[in-house]
């Protein structure tokens, strides 16, 4: 279960409701198990109010809607999951608001959650939840449903304990997330930064034993063993681990070259294009990369490069302040430095604020000269692994932050410092000059990241969890 379904639902001109699929990773990673199982997917399916009575898609796959209210999704989606756990576990980029009233929805809407699958769920069954914005429910699936076994996997960061500490109700999520059977994080660092705060939390309402100082993963390395566990406040073993995601190679499946060569000649053929590709987010650090462009380009370190970025900006959370804010620094960026060092017909910023097609995505990623993925904090970051997977032959190149979670796996990157905008520009400078002047080196970075790419899918990500978690019954 996800907050999301793997829909798009729109209510039509006569208010009835049209159903469409709409593929995403985690769909194509879930899929064939919940096929092969005839499993259930229990989420929401996109619009507030009155939603469809439970339908299988074409593949078999039940999808179970729960619904929203206007007010649930102002306060627990908006609210509680986006103003308030988002800027927490991403190290308080921006300040979260702690507020009752969005508390009490965040429980409201967990509990409607856990009722939803503890309806569906056969006898025995698997459970796998999704994501922070259900950290209330294994705990009480557990409650409901005692003979499930219930997975937990968090997309995001999990904090270090000293910043965690300040959300009012750490205690009440700690113990929520510890009535599953697995909790998995993308990076060990995560794992570790839980471990601890369990440690420090959760330990005051019960028992608690077995915490190693480091997680060690062995066996096979494509295969994360748990690797420590926490006793639970009743007595049971939690398995936490790392099992880092990625991306269906097959879905940035090899574009058309005449399209690519199309797009970079409605570009006006640049020496450069650099690519950036994100939700509208201020973790994201959009502004930060278009600041170090401008400062490329007012320093004229570059001379012999024409060079055009193209960005592509999905809106994103727009009711909510500081992306409202992210929103109008990025666009007035474009616009200054279009202003400054375009031509006509020739801006060097292409912006576009919508949702691309992935056609049309793996069309850009395969244009771009470099990828720029420049996030103050990232869980993992699928945009860095989807420019790799587009580059089989080895060409392009990846700037990539420190802080995304992908920096572990694609440390032949080149890795910058977000916060430090000279740390952009050296990362920038020295991709250009490693195409330009050392292309064979170029090459091997970009063809060891696509082997760690392609040997560690979306599908070799939920087989680990899910191994993992029937080795736990
Ligand atoms: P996100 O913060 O959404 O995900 P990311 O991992 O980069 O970030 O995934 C974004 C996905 O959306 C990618 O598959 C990308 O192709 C797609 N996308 C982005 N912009 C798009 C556009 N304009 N049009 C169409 N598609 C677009 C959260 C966490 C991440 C973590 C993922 C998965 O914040 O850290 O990697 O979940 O766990």
């Known amino acids: ?108 809407v967990n509990l409607r959650f856990a009722e939803a699958a503890a309806e569906v769920a056969a006898e025995g069954a698997t459970v796998w939840v999704q994501d922070y914005q259900l950290q209330l429910v294994p705990g009480i699936l557990r409650q409901l449903r005692p003979d499930v076994t219930v997975g937990f996997f968090l997309h995001i960061p999990f904090p270090s304990p000293d910043l965690f500490r300040q959300l009012p109700w750490r205690e009440e999520v700690v113990r929520g997330l510890l009535g599953a059977d697995l909790i998995g994080f993308h ?30 993963v062995s066996g096979d390395p494509s295969v994360r063993e748990i690797s420590a566990h926490v006793t639970a406040p009743d007595g049971r073993r939690v398995g936490v681990g790392a099992f880092p995601i990625s991306i269906d190679l097959d879905s940035i499946a090899h574009p058309d070259p005449a399209e690519v060569e199309a797009l970079r000649a409605d570009l006006g053929h640049p020496d450069l294009l650099m690519l950036g590709v994100d939700r509208l987010d201020y973790t994201k650090g959009i502004l ?67 949702s691309v097609p992935k056609a049309r995505l793996a069309v850009f990623y395969a244009a771009a000269d470099i990828m720029l993925v420049t996030p103050f904090k ?75 790419v392609s040997e560690h899918d979306v599908d070799l990500w939920a087989r680990s969890f899910l191994h993992c978690l029937e080795e736990r019954r």
Not at 297 to 310: D, W, Y
Not at 334 to 342: D, K, L, T
Not at 383 to 399: N, Q, R
């Open 378 to 452: 990232d869980g993992m970051n699928l945009v860095a692994k989807e420019y790799v997977a587009a580059h089989p032959d080895g060409s392009g190149a990846l700037v990539l932050s420190e802080f995304a979670g992908a920096a572990e796996e694609l440390a032949e990157a080149h890795l910058c410092n977000p916060f430090d905008l000279d740390s952009i520009k050296r990362a920038i400078h020295q991709a250009a000059a490693d195409l330009a002047y050392r292309p064979g080196e170029a090459r091997a970075r970009m063809l060891a990241m696509h082997r760690q």
């Open 1 to 108: 279960m996800a907050n999301r379904l793997p829909v798009d639902l729109e209510r039509a001109a006569d208010g009835t409701l049209e159903v469409k699929p709409s593929p995403g990773g985690l769909v194509a990673a879930l899929s064939p198990v919940l096929e092969q199982h005839r499993g259930c997917w229990v989420g929401w399916p996109g619009v507030v109010g009155e939603v469809p009575e439970p339908f299988r898609t074409d593949s078999g796959v039940l999808l179970h809607p729960v619904a929203l209210s206007e007010d649930d999704y102002r306060d627990f989606y908006e609210g509680f999951s986006n103003a308030t756990l988002w800027p927490l576990y991403h190290d308080l980029i921006a300040t979260p608001t702690y507020d009752r009233s969005w508390w009490a929805a965040y429980r409201e």
């Open 187 to 216: 990076l060990a660092g995560c794992a570790r930064n839980f471990l601890e705060l369990t440690r420090q939390v959760a330990g005051r309402a019960g028992s608690h034993t077995g915490l190693p100082d480091t997680l060690e």
């Open 288 to 354: 930060q990369r278009l600041r170090a462009v401008e400062e490329l380009l007012e320093s004229g370190a570059m001379p012999q490069t024409r060079f055009t970025v193209l960005q592509v900006a999905t809106p994103s959370r727009e009711r909510i302040e500081h992306y409202r804010q992210a929103r109008s620094e990025v666009e007035e960026a474009v616009g200054r430095i279009n202003g400054r060092f375009g031509e006509p017909g020739r801006p060097v910023v292409e912006y576009l604020h919508r």
